[in-house]
């Protein structure tokens, strides 16, 4: 089943800044994108509106022509909206089994498996997350995504602290979730990550 994200006449401003105006996108299912354009111009803003961590100052955005400020926030956040952020957004002090089962509680079995789809052993279960690499770190926190298997995938900056072998990993994990139906929409400066996906949206086309 195929699925669209669609905004419509959006606009976001603070104070009297206007971050962008105007924007009309049409997100589908089973496409990689990338957001793009100079630090500070509104990519990180677009994508937490798409994830609802602010609301838009005029405008829409729609999940199959449902608005998406009316899907119970709960079930937004648990089945459509998964994110990958640069820093890895994990708990440094908790374990990578307690990292994984933050939201939901997974079989051991489950977990190994996922673990495994991103070159990291049942043994990684009990290391903390501040003894992990960075490489390692962002390996969990694809494992995690791969556990949720949302919707709608939302990357920020997610190859910014990587090397290039760990960069191919996150490219080639988030090119696999786009194939397997979801949209994934990547905020970023990197133009490797630029090059690799199917489209580019830059954030400058709407101020």
Known sequence: MSHSLRIKNAKKVFDDYVVFNNVNYTFESGKMYALVGPSGGGK??????????????????????????????????????????????????????????????????????????????????????????????????LTRLSLQDPLIVLADEPTGALDNLNRKLVLDSLRQMANDGKIVIIATHDDIVKDYVDEQVNILDFK
């Open 44 to 141: 990180t803003t677009l994508l937490n509106s798409i994830g609802r961590l602010n609301d838009l100052s005029a405008g829409t955005i729609t999940l199959d022509d449902k608005n998406i400020n009316t899907i119970n926030i709960l079930n937004y956040y648990r089945e459509i909206i998964g994110y990958l952020f640069q820093n890895y957004a994990l708990v440094d002090e908790d374990n990578v089994m307690q990292n994984l089962n933050i939201v939901k509680k997974y079989k051991s079995s489950q977990l190994r498996e996922h673990l495994g789809k991103f070159d990291l052993a049942d043994s990684y279960l009990k290391r903390k997350i501040y003894t992990l690499s960075g490489g390692e770190a962002q390996r969990v926190a």
